[in-house]
């Protein structure tokens, strides 16, 4: 903390990992010998910078551009662009930091980072964003290459800022080099299934969580928060798999479908006019309601989704799902729960499926996308989404062998912590004092 002054999601998010490791500290001294939490703590490298920009009405803009460039011992830096008012050092720490495990659990080679800026998107002009995206890369691209760096999207960021941001780079540098930036449009070296890939993912893995309890997702109700990528994505796909999701939210207020979420029209109301929620309770009639008061979590539901932000789902809401018969929460987000709403959900006995594992298709989706620019060529649907699918039984067979060779059958928090943990040490101590 002293080190760190003032980074209070960063020091969560190391806490909530280190929590995990005095058993595995135990087991492994050489770890201790070698320094392996100090150095996995501190950034490799740490990018900030200033993002000057012409608004419509030529106001000079300046914002502050980030990239903490965290740990490359599995492979180069992989990690979003987030871009959204609240963005500081010690948001886009936390997110690096998780970042560096959550690779790790997918078994692919790459490393972790992250990046963004304090740039708010909301009401900016098309043109805004472009200038915005193109000053951005003009100052980044010396940090990226497919072997050194290779951010996506997040909050704020997707395939329109990660398109201006590839132009950019590509006339930089004159090389078209695919493999800079994953998140890519299908005409141009994007792979299928990214756009779906994180919201799939969870909800992949929570099936896996409910099959390991004899269960299934079929007629579960279901709530999602947030309605960007990863929750439209997850209600698509917990829908698909017989399950009514019933609610979902923006920064504005909640909404309650009774009939199930209609997904073309939230589709068409959040992708396609970027308009807020409320403009579906508006169009959908008498099934659904708009809420701005009270929280998304009073909603009863067997199944929580958190996929807007973090710290979104804290101890009262725990307290509420809980009392409502919630059976399973599964993180789309990244540390949408507090850490005693973790706390109380796994002492009742709620299965808890942590965004480090439960997230993850995203950026395995990413490093699938990678393998198909490294070798010229694209992949159709189903064998993506196979390839995610089996990618997400893997990290749950991971973290719940984990967590059971731990002696805490079921805690797939401390399973992904050890998990994704172990095989960074190991080649941290591999590759040497670097
Ligand atoms: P989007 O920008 O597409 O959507 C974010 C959603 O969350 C919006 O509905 C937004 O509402 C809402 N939201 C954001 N901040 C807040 C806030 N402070 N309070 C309430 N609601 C908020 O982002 P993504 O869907 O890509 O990301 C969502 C989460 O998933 C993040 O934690 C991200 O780090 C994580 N994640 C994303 C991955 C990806 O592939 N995209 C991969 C792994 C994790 P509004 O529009 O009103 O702001």
Not at 118 to 145: A, K, N, V, W
Not at 398 to 424: H, Q
């Amino acid at each position: 903390v002293r080190r760190n002054p003032g980074e209070a999601e960063f020091h969560q998010a190391v806490k909530e990992v280190f929590e995990s490791l005095s058993p595995v500290l135990k087991r492994n001294p050489q770890y201790v010998d070698a320094a392996v939490l100090e150095r996995i703590c501190e950034p490799e490298r740490q990018i900030i910078f200033r993002v000057p920009w012409m608004d419509d009405e030529n106001n000079v803009q300046i914002n502050r551009g980030f990239r903490v460039e965290f740990s490359s011992v599995l492979g180069p830096y992989k990690g979003g662009l987030r871009f959204h008012p609240s963005v500081y050092l010690g948001i886009i720490k936390f997110l690096g930091f998780e970042q560096i495990f959550k690779n790790s659990l997918t078994g692919m080679p790459i490393g972790g980072g992250k990046g963004g800026s304090d740039f708010d998107p909301r009401g900016r002009s098309e043109g805004e964003i472009m200038r915005f995206c193109q000053s951005f890369m003009t100052e980044l691209y010396r940090h990226l290459g497919e072997y050194t760096d290779v951010p996506a999207g997040d909050i704020g960021v997707g395939g329109r800022e990660i398109g201006y941001m590839f132009g950019q780079y590509k006339r930089i540098t004159n090389r078209y080099e695919s493999g800079v930036l994953t998140g890519k449009g299908l005409t141009w070296g994007g792979s299928l299934v990214r756009t779906e890939a994180t919201g799939f993912g969870t909800v992949f893995f929570t099936e896996e969580m409910a099959k390991a309890r004899g269960e299934s997702l079929d007629g579960r109700r279901v709530v999602v928060s947030g309605s960007g990528n990863v929750a439209i994505y997850a209600a698509e796909k917990a829908t698909e798999l017989g399950a009514k999701v019933v609610g979902c939210s923006d920064s504005s207020g909640f909404i309650v479908d009774e009939e199930g979420l209609d997904l073309d029209l939230l589709k068409q109301v959040k992708e396609v006019e970027r308009a807020r929620i409320v403009e579906y309770a508006n169009r959908r009639g008498s099934s659904a309601t708009f809420s701005d008061t009270g929280s998304i979590w009073d909603v009863p539901c067997d199944v929580a989704l958190p996929c807007a932000t973090q710290n979104e789902l804290n101890a009262e809401h725990a307290r509420t799902l809980i009392k409502n018969g919630v059976k399973a929460v599964s993180e789309g987000a990244n540390m949408p729960c507090t850490p005693d709403a973790v706390a109380l959900l796994q002492e009742a006995g709620v299965a808890f499926g942590p965004g480090k594992a439960a997230n993850a298709g995203g950026v395995a989706t990413s490093a699938l996308e990678m393998q198909q620019n490294a070798s010229r060529d694209s992949w159709d649907f189903e064998y993506t989404e196979q390839r995610l699918h089996n990618i997400m039984i893997d990290i749950h067979e991971r973290c719940a062998e984990t967590a059971e060779e731990y002696g805490t059958p079921g805690n797939y928090v401390l399973g992904a912590n050890i998990a994704g943990f172990t095989k960074v040490a190991d080649a941290v101590i591999a590759l040497g004092v670097i």
